[in-house]
């Protein structure tokens, strides 16, 4: 099982975005686009996957900020870090 990704503490290159499935958003830990069209992404939960061109639509990245007192980066919508964040942990 793979490990939950912190919205509040993100991995060094990543990049969080929103992606459009037919009639639903889904977000995203990091996304990817490939040279061959594909769409490679990594889920809050660790896992990852990879969608061909024809089963997603618009692919709009989140931005992200630096917290410069500790050095790492994270969602900067507080709404998104809370929501995403891993369960039953109290926000930072």
């Known amino acids: ?3 939950r990704i912190d919205p509040r ?3 060094s290159g990543f990049s969080p975005a929103f992606i459009e499935l037919r009639d639903t958003l889904v977000c995203v830990a990091d996304a990817t686009l ?3 069209g594909w ?3 990594t889920e809050w939960t660790g896992a990852k996957g990879l969608l061909p061109p024809r089963e997603c639509g618009r692919v709009k990245f989140v931005p992200t900020e630096l917290v ?4 790492r980066r994270r969602l900067a919508d507080a709404e998104l870090r809370e929501e995403y964040r ?3 942990e ?3």
């Open 90 to 92: 109290v926000s930072r």
């Open 68 to 71: 410069e007192d500790e050095f």
């Open 86 to 88: 891993p369960n039953g």
């Open 39 to 41: 769409l490679e992404f």
């Open 1 to 3: 099982m793979s490990d």
């Open 9 to 11: 503490d993100l991995p």
């Open 34 to 36: 490939r040279d061959s």
